[in-house]
């Protein structure tokens, strides 16, 4: 009953900046944490960023400085923004809310392309 809706992917430059929406809706009661992973083409799906409730993150080493996630508890919302972006950080990034219970809930996927 949670669909995760997410929008902001596209195609930029290097060195230039973009910002990702994720909405959350449906029936939740209480989220744990949500994030954002990423998957390159012949690469596994790794953590991009995380977020607590409280506004804990954590980052990984690749993106930090550069990145940085944040969360409007009250719309159900998770962002990520995106700076100083580099090629290799083109991938299909894909929101993750986890709820009570530990079930997890993906969005669809949304392409990021970092041209050089």
């Known amino acids: 009953q949670v669909q995760l809706v997410e929008s902001g992917g596209g195609l930029v430059q290097a060195g230039g900046s973009l910002r990702l929406s994720c909405a959350a809706s449906g029936s939740i009661f209480s989220i744990n944490y949500m994030g954002w992973y990423r998957q390159a083409p012949g690469k596994q799906r790794e953590l991009v960023a995380t977020?607590?409730?409280?506004?804990?993150?954590n980052y990984v080493n690749s993106v930090k400085g550069r990145f940085a996630i944040s969360r409007d508890n009250s719309k159900n919302m998770v962002y990520l923004q995106m700076n100083s972006l580099k090629p290799e950080d083109t991938a299909v990034y894909y929101c993750?809310?986890?709820?009570?219970?530990?079930?997890?809930?993906w969005g669809q996927g949304t392409q990021v392309t970092v041209s050089s």
């Open positions: 977020i607590t409730t409280a506004g804990s993150t």
């Open positions: 993750k809310i986890v709820v009570a219970g530990l079930r997890a809930y």
